[in-house]
C-alpha cells in the first residue's frame, strides 16, 4: 500500500532569530539579542528571591551566573528589554519542534517557540512586561513564522499566568506535583499556548 504523506518540502524557508531586523521596539521598550555584556544588568535582578523563586535557575552567586549567561546557547534564546536605554528584563525565545509523527517530522520542525520572561520588580505592575512579551509574540509570529507559541509555569505564579492571560494564551495543561521545586515541593504547573491564527486574529 502506498500510503500519501504531506509533502513540507515546498513551504517556506525557516527563519531564525538572525532574520529579524533587531531591534524590536514596542511603544516604551526595546528588545534586542542579549550580548555577554549585559550579564551584570540581568544579575541585579536575577538575584532577588521574589524573582529566582519561579525561575528554573538560580546561579548562587555573580560570577556562577555569568558563566551561564555567557554560554552560547543561553546566549542564543535569550533577549534583553531595554527601557530608556536600562536592562530591566529578559526574554527567552526557544525555537524548537512540534511534535509529529515519524513521517511528517520534518514538516514539524522548528515551527513553534517555548517562550518566557524575567522582570525587575522594580519596573513591575505597570505592563512592562506584559508588552514586552506581546512584542516577543510579534517577533514569533510575523517575523519568524511561527505557528504555535507556548509557555510553562507553576500554578502559584499568579503574575506569570495573568500576563499570559492578558496577551490571550489559552490554558491548556494544569499538571498536578509534576514539578519539583528547589524549596523541595512537587508543585502543580500550567501550560499555555497561542496559534498564529488566534494571535491574528485579536
Ligand atoms: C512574571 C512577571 C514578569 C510579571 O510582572 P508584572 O509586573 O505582573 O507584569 P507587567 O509588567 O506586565 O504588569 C502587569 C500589572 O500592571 C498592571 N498594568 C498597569 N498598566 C498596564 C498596562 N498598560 N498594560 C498591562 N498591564 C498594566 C496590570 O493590571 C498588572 O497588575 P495586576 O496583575 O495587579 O492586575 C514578574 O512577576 C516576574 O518577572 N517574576 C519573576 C520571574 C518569573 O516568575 N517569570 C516567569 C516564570 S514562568
Not at 528589554?81 to 536592562?87: K, L, T
Not at 516577543?136 to 499570559?164: K, P, Q
Amino acid at each position: 500500500m502506498l500510503l500519501n504523506f504531506v509533502d513540507c518540502h515546498t513551504g517556506p524557508v525557516p527563519r531564525t532569530l538572525a532574520d529579524v531586523p533587531w531591534p524590536i521596539r514596542t511603544d516604551r521598550l526595546l528588545i534586542r539579542p542579549v550580548t555577554p555584556a549585559d550579564a551584570t544588568a540581568v544579575w541585579r535582578y536575577r538575584q532577588l528571591p521574589a524573582v529566582y523563586d519561579w525561575i528554573t535557575t538560580a546561579p548562587a552567586h555573580a560570577a556562577a551566573f555569568e558563566a551561564y549567561f555567557v554560554e552560547p546557547h543561553r546566549q542564543s534564546v535569550t533577549l534583553a528589554v531595554e527601557q530608556d536605554g536600562v536592562v530591566i528584563g529578559d526574554l527567552y525565545l526557544h525555537v524548537e519542534d512540534a511534535w509529529a509523527q515519524i513521517e511528517v517530522k520534518a514538516c514539524a520542525s522548528g515551527v513553534q517557540a517555548e517562550v518566557g520572561y524575567v522582570f525587575d520588580p522594580a519596573s513591575g505592575g505597570r505592563g512592562l512586561a506584559t508588552e514586552a512579551v506581546a512584542g516577543m509574540l510579534v517577533i514569533c509570529f510575523e517575523h519568524l513564522g511561527l505557528r504555535r507559541v507556548v509557555a510553562n509555569c507553576f500554578s502559584d505564579n499568579t503574575a506569570s499566568w495573568r500576563l499570559m492571560e492578558r496577551l490571550g494564551m489559552r490554558r491548556e495543561a494544569h499538571t498536578v506535583a509534576e514539578s519539583l521545586h528547589r524549596s523541595g515541593r512537587w508543585l502543580d504547573g500550567y501550560s499555555y499556548a497561542l496559534l498564529a491564527e488566534e494571535w491574528q486574529a485579536r
